[in-house]
């Protein structure tokens, strides 16, 4: 019987970044967000000149699936239309929406941004990680009051389960004032009956709570 299971998860706060339960880095807490998340990719090595575009939510899910990926592959092996990304927050693009906001208001200075503007979607950082991996199947960004660990498990559990997926990222993205929060798992099938971390309600929930500041 196949069942689903967390193949691997990270996470990324204020303080440091988690891979599989393993810290990765230390976050300065005196640096601002946007250092800190300089600081991350810098730490990864990688060259993608796209990234100090990005809006401070779409670097944090950009990086939350580049410290899951192996080999600059973040899955392998399955047509990429049959990979699904599902994230969630609470604020949706709010962030960029303020900042965006404040320069419609400012009488003097009247220069909207388009670069800023092109943020104030939730679903963005969601279209970053497809481009940078080729990501082709179904993909969604669900707004809620809170972490909603069941509403994440039963979505992608239907995904599998009507075959509309293989594998899939899923979890938590949001960056609001400075603040950073992530937690993204990846989610494969298995027929090992001792297979552990299944993808469950339960250790969503737990994997969410290890993020907290």
């Known amino acids: 019987m196949k069942k689903l299971k967390i193949r691997n998860w990270s996470s990324i706060n204020d303080h440091e970044v988690v891979l599989n339960g393993e810290r990765k880095l230390t976050l300065k807490s005196d640096d601002t967000a946007d250092q800190k998340l300089e600081f991350a ?19 944090l899910g950009w990086l939350s699936a580049e410290y899951l990926t192996k080999d600059g592959k973040l899955f392998d092996g399955t ?41 104030t979607l939730a679903n963005i950082v969601a279209g ?36 509309l997926c293989q594998q899939c990222l899923v979890g938590w993205v949001e960056a609001y004032r400075g603040t950073l929060r992530s937690v993204l798992a990846f989610i494969e099938t298995t ?11 339960e250790y969503l929930k737990q994997l969410y709570q290890t993020s907290e500041l």
């Not at 990719?41 to 670097?59: E, N």
């Open 128 to 163: 970053e990680i497809c481009i940078r991996h080729g990501i082709k199947g179904e993909n969604n960004f669900l707004i809620s009051e809170g972490f909603d660990a069941s509403s994440l498990v039963n979505y992608v559990s239907i995904l599998f389960e009507e075959e």
């Open 191 to 201: 027929t090992d009956e001792k297979a552990t971390m299944l993808f469950t309600e």
């Open 41 to 59: 990719y810098r730490a990864l090595g990688v060259a993608y000149p796209k990234f100090f575009k990005m809006d401070a939510q779409s670097k």
């Open 79 to 119: 047509p990429s239309q049959d990979v699904a990304l599902v994230l969630s927050n609470r604020k949706s693009s709010l962030d960029t929406d303020e900042q965006y906001q404040l320069s419609l208001q400012n009488e003097e200075e009247f220069l909207p941004s388009p670069a800023v503007f092109v943020y």
